[in-house]
């Protein structure tokens, strides 16, 4: 019997292992210059903004690591103290009042993260792999999901694909689904390059434009304060390609007309119909969208909600409307085409 060499195979493995060490960490501290700026400006910010007493400006959690070895992640805290107990990973909504001056910005911004640098510096995780997690959320998802382990044989990522393919609350079985299917592939250096550079690009394309919304708000506010304008009001997503199209029940009826949207957010819609609606009463609709850079390319997500509040419009009946989608698929049909959430 011939006995397999495997120590050119051992030393392959290992000179890979290094090398993506050190892609990580020099790509890690190269970042970490204009990192500490940023985290300086943030600091300085909300410490002008915030009420004594003050937070702690950095929060730090036990997450699972490579091979299930605990360590400390760090971010920029978003909550007030304590509020992670109370939230458990739950998604906040908009106007949550656990949140930090800047909270809502750094989440959306993703630069909330920017501390993690030194954990890919320190050799706990990867800047590219899937997200890290809490002890107690790998503990319940190891009941409900199959596939849960497969994520604990690499380290865990800055950044990850199902964060590049999927929006925040996508079902955690999808999201698994994406990145075991990427761990089973192997480490690819170019890939994961070009992730990380994407990624960068969606971080500062997102903090401009956030910048830029709020920047636009205050002036409006400060220019319309004395007509009773409130900032909830010019707070909204605006899409010239976004259009609401009623239906019945199960979705069989596609020939009613479609209708342009007023605003649209995460949980309510509005649009101006000239058919009279009840308050209270229960819709079945699609929100039909496209992507940014598509003009021909149009899908519908299924829809349920009822009628909040009606306002007097020039044509009709302006309605605001809280929705849900029907189904995971149709939130995410919903983020992609129609909020423009996704980053692919």
Known sequence: MVKEDTSNLTTTTQ??????????????????????????????????????????????????????????????RTLKVDSEFENQGVILPPDSARELPLGRFLRDSRLDELPQLWNV?????????????????????????????????????????????????????????????????????????????????????????????????RWKIFRNRNHGIEQRQMTRHRSKRIWIQQTNVDFSDREQPLIKIYDINPRAVSFVSSRELQPKEMLYFYLVGCKECETETHKKARCGGYVYKSYPAKCGTRYVVFYEPVSPRHRYLVDHYVLHETVA
């Open 121 to 217: 510096i320190r050799g706990d995780m990867n800047l590219v792999g899937p997200r890290p997690l809490r002890p107690s959320v790998y503990e319940q998802l190891r009941q409900e999901l199959s596939n849960c382990d497969t994520r604990f044989r690499v380290k865990p990522g800055l950044t990850g694909y199902a964060q590049f393919l999927t929006p925040s609350h996508t079902p955690k079985r999808i999201r698994f689904a994406i990145d075991n299917y990427y761990i089973n592939q192997g480490p690819r250096q170019g890939r994961d390059l070009f992730l990380i550079g994407w990624t960068i690009r969606e971080v500062l394309r997102k903090s401009i434009k956030s910048l830029a919304r709020r920047a636009v708000t």
């Open 15 to 76: 000179l890979s292992a290094l090398m993506n060490w050190a892609v990580n960490v020099v790509i890690a501290g190269l970042l970490s210059i204009p990192a500490l700026f940023i985290i300086g400006i943030l600091y300085v910010i909300r410490s002008l903004r915030e009420k004594p007493p003050r937070a702690p400006f950095f929060y730090s959690g036990v997450r699972l690591g490579k091979n299930f070895e605990p360590f400390t992640m760090y971010k920029i």
